[in-house]
Nanobody, 123 residues
Framework: QVQLVESGGGLVQAGGSLRLSCAASGRSFSSYAMAWFRQAPGKERKFVSEITRSGGRTYYSDSVKGRFTVSRDNAKNTLYLQMNSLKPEDTAVYYC????????????????WGQGTQVTVSS
């Protein structure tokens, strides 16, 4: 029922920037907590960033804190991830995820996932 489609991935040089988008279906986007995860080749999927329903609170993994910024536009049903100062270790498939059920503030359980978009950072 909830469909998520990522876009904006591509090839970028180290130190460059990229902005990912995640378009969500439905009329209840503003009630979803949203998050970004990533999976590098041969590695497990890991948490990147999270944002509450209203966008008032955000969270980041230590590896991206200070370089990435998560945001959302509820009027457009879209989640964003602005990635700056990219490093080769940021290379991964990036996935967006939605939690339509949990109460505000969590704990969250992400049950809907997009297909992912490839981000490759060259050195």
């Amino acid at each position: 029922q909830v469909q998520l489609v990522e876009s904006g991935g591509g090839l970028v040089q180290a130190g460059g920037s990229l902005r990912l988008s995640c378009a969500a279906s439905g009329r209840s986007f503003s009630s979803y907590a949203m998050a970004w995860f990533r999976q590098a080749p041969g590695k497990e999927r890991k948490f990147v960033s999270e944002i509450t329903r209203s966008g008032g609170r955000t969270y980041y993994s230590d590896s991206v804190k200070g370089r990435f910024t998560v945001s959302r536009d509820n009027a457009k049903n879209t989640l964003y991830l602005q990635m700056n100062s990219l490093k080769p270790e940021d290379t991964a498939v990036y996935y967006c995820a939605a939690d339509p059920f949990s109460r505000e503030g969590g704990p969250y359980k992400y049950v809907y996932w997009g297909q992912g978009t490839q981000v490759t950072v060259s050195s």
